[in-house]
């Protein structure tokens, strides 16, 4: 049995255990929304039919083309995305690349043993409440953002507070006009399907003998999690403009104000909270994952663009700009990258 797993997504680690969806591009729907009024955005979030970013071109011997195409999530939840340009590139291609992920590989009675365990998983240790393992100042932080974006929720107060700022940033992007929707990348793969162009993973594979053991372990640990949900309660309170700007920008495909945008953000916190942890030592194909993913990437460009008189690639907007994108480390093995005007 196999299983999709998102680099970027919280409860990876534990949920691929039974879940067959891929974690960053299921469709998560957002806990109850209290009826406390929120101010309206400093920024209108675009909204109705755009074209998105362009793509960049990376070109290979004998006139082979990679064509790179960057996403970006939270995006405005009214817009409608113009494919036109996409579906022509898609359509000449012999291949598309999806974006890397790590696949488990799990025995299906090994996944099945692992379902009873996976009851309560979200709770801390001890049926400890968030007011006892957070600093009090951060408490009532989350108390005020808590109020603002679910409102009255008991249940939520027994999270871990990873848990618990996912749950709380699921809300509040979506107070605030945007969505964590799966609309981008499923289109791509209906385009490719409807031009029968072959699609492909670009990641690698964990092998884990023991997830019954995984879940145990991790339900018993404690995770230094309390600095991702200090940064999740940051971005609510600062980042959101930041957050409403990149979505504006990939939507009109303003390449310019994508590269000047910042894109460290929260979830880097939250995933070093988990992979730092104890519970992880013994899953080898999980530590070293952006490592691992980049360079699994990488091999698989490579072999398409030597392969393919056209690829068509997909990668988050993260991994494409900037001195450590992807795409720098293809122009330093001497591959020519042109980036969309």
Known sequence: MKHDLNIKHLAFV???VVSGAQAQTAETSAPPVASVEVAAPA??????????????????RGGHVLWVFGTYSPLPA????DTARIERLVSRSQEVLKPPIAKAHIGFFSGLTALPELIGIKKNPDDAQLRDVLPAELYTHWTALKEKYIGAD????????????????????????????????GKIE????????RVSDSGYDVVLDDPRKLVQEFKTSQVDDVACLASTLDTLDVDLETMRLRANAWANGNIAEIR????????????DAVLG????????????????????WLRTA??????????????????????????????????AVESPN
């Open 43 to 60: 920024t209108v979030v675009v909204s109705g039919r755009r074209p998105g970013p362009g793509v960049w071109k990376v070109s290979g």
């Open 154 to 185: 008991s249940g939520i107060e027994h999270y871990r507070p990873l848990f618990a700022g996912e749950e709380l940033m699921l809300a509040g992007v979506k107070k605030n006009g945007l969505t964590f929707g799966t609309e981008v990348i």
């Open 14 to 16: 534990l949920c691929l």
């Open 260 to 271: 000047s945008l910042d894109y460290a953000d929260r979830q880097d916190t939250c995933l």
């Open 302 to 335: 490579e072999k398409s663009l030597a392969s393919n008189a056209s690829t068509f690639a997909v990668l988050e907007m993260r991994d494409i700009v900037g001195p450590k994108g992807y795409l720098a480390a293809l122009q330093a093995k001497g591959y």
């Open 190 to 197: 209906k385009i490719a399907k409807k031009n029968k162009v």
């Open 78 to 81: 009214k817009m409608e995305w």
């Open 277 to 296: 942890s104890s519970f992880v030592k013994d899953a080898a194909g999980l530590r070293q994952m952006r490592e691992r993913l980049r360079a699994s």
